[in-house]
């Protein structure tokens, strides 16, 4: 079955640093990879996603980026800011298929 | 609109009860989730639904069991409470029109067994 590693379970930054979390699926037939963003005892929500057809996307300060040569996808924070402190997780679903399998999550810490 | 809703937010139980969560939508969402959330081990999926009257077992399904009477309502049930069902319980919900849709998570259930 699909399995997803996520690299590194922590980072820590510098503010106006960049971040990056990798992320890597064993399913070649995955073809949707979402991010979440877990801010300390709240809900995950959703800050960007990709599907299997697109390379790169972007949203301001967020991107991801996705090989799918060698199953592998990263997020991308640039400039960080103290509210992006938080636990990332990522995951990957194959086509068809209700079920997520998510990343065991980075706990992103931005020091001041 | 008051999103998804969970009840209860704590519960502490002993080896051996049961109990019931309620997770509750206002969305008008067809598909329904149960996950839990461990230490390290990020979420996993334990029953899901995608539409009224439907279920599915999801990865981790052993030990509980649901129920999707109305469209709005998912419940989660244990029957017989274990020290390792000891997590954080998050209900999702999506809209149903594909699977690769966001997911909109109630605030969560700190569930601790004894």
């Known amino acids: 079955g699909e399995n997803v590693e996520q690299h590194p379970s922590t980072l820590s930054v510098q503010e106006g640093d960049s971040a990056v979390i990798k992320c890597t699926y064993s399913?070649?037939?995955?073809?949707?990879f979402p991010w979440y963003k877990q801010e300390l005892g709240k809900r995950p929500q959703l800050i960007i996603d990709?599907?299997?057809n697109v390379g790169e996307k972007k949203d301001q300060r967020i991107a991801v980026t996705l090989n799918k040569t060698a199953k592998h996808f990263s997020l991308h924070i640039t400039e960080t800011q103290p509210e992006d402190s938080a636990v990332y997780f990522c995951?990957?679903?194959?086509?068809?298929?209700?079920?997520?399998?998510w990343g065991a999550g980075t706990k992103l810490i931005i020091k001041p | 609109n008051a999103g998804v809703t969970q009840t209860p937010k704590f519960r502490v139980l002993k080896t051996g009860q049961s109990m019931t969560l309620l997770c509750a939508q206002d969305?008008?969402?067809?598909?329904m989730y149960w996950y839990r959330q461990d230490p390290g081990m990020g979420l996993r999926l334990i029953h899901y639904?995608?539409?009224?009257?439907?279920?599915a077992k999801g990865e981790v399904p052993d030990g509980y069991n649901v129920s999707r009477l109305k469209k709005q309502n998912f419940l989660l049930g244990l029957e017989s409470a274990a020290p390792s069902q000891t997590s954080v319980y998050f209900c999702?919900?999506?809209?149903?029109?594909?699977?690769?849709?966001?997911?909109?998570f109630g605030s969560g259930t700190q569930l601790s067994v004894l």
């Open positions: 995951a990957a679903r194959k086509g068809g298929n209700y079920q997520l399998i």
């Open positions: 990709i599907r299997s």
């Open positions: 399913d070649s037939a995955s073809n949707y």
């Open positions: 639904s995608v539409g009224e009257g439907t279920t």
């Open positions: 999702a919900s999506s809209r149903g029109q594909s699977t690769n849709e966001k997911l909109f």
């Open positions: 969305m008008n969402h067809e598909y």
